[in-house]
């Protein structure tokens, strides 16, 4: 949480999805090994996905709020490993490229913001209206992406890793209507709580061709993957 931006980009933009590509490489001994018990690694993770939403309901730091998002969606890339089926995998496979563009977006995000008012607090933020043009736009689909709203990539992987949990255990599907309303709420929520704060506007400088441009290119990167998978599929 203390890291440098640069820092925290990396973590999440790579370093993160190696653990994922090692249980990939792992999971045909893994599933030999603990056959016996495998189901109930699928529901720890379930849980271990649910449980960071409300988590996340009660952050006071941007960076924490990030930091918690990403593990529930990582937790639910697992278990489409898990399942173990050409869907499931490919849900899983699909979290982890879209994860290694968003994640880090907002993590820039949340940077940008920290630079213009030396806090990453919620309650110092939402004391003032954040004024800084076409960074709400940016900022918001960002997190629209990570949700899972068309047409972005998230979208194919929901459809293809909930439909293959669910047909792997059909009791997921209370699990999975939890989640879905809870992470969308909780999304909108905090972006209520950070852009929509009290009348009195805060003065901010406006964003720079640079930070301008970085946003661009993980636009840019969405769409090539969504259109890329969207050809495979």
Known sequence: MEAPVRGSMLLAGLLLKMRGYGIFRMLTVVRVLFSGVFHRFIGLL??????????????????????????????????????????????????FLRHRVISPMMFYSANLLYERLNSRILIRIRRFEIRIKNFFYFFMLCFIANIGYP???????????????????????????????????????????????????????????????IFYIGYILLVYITIMISIII
Do not use: W
């Open 46 to 95: 379930l849980l271990r996905a649910l449980y960071p939403m409300f988590i996340c309901m009660r952050q006071v730091d941007l960076k924490s709020f990030i930091a918690y998002s990403s593990v529930s969606h990582i937790s639910v890339a697992l278990v489409g490993l898990m399942v173990y089926n050409f869907y499931g995998f490919l849900g899983g496979l699909l979290v």
């Open 151 to 213: 047409p972005f990539v998230s979208f194919f992987r929901e459809l293809s890793l909930y439909i293959r949990v669910v047909i792997y255990n059909r009791y997921t599907l209370f699990y999975f209507f939890v989640f879905i309303l809870f992470s969308r709420v909780v999304i909108m929520y905090f972006l209520v709580k950070v852009f929509k704060g009290s009348l009195k506007p805060i003065k901010c400088l406006f964003l720079n061709k640079r930070e301008i441009l």
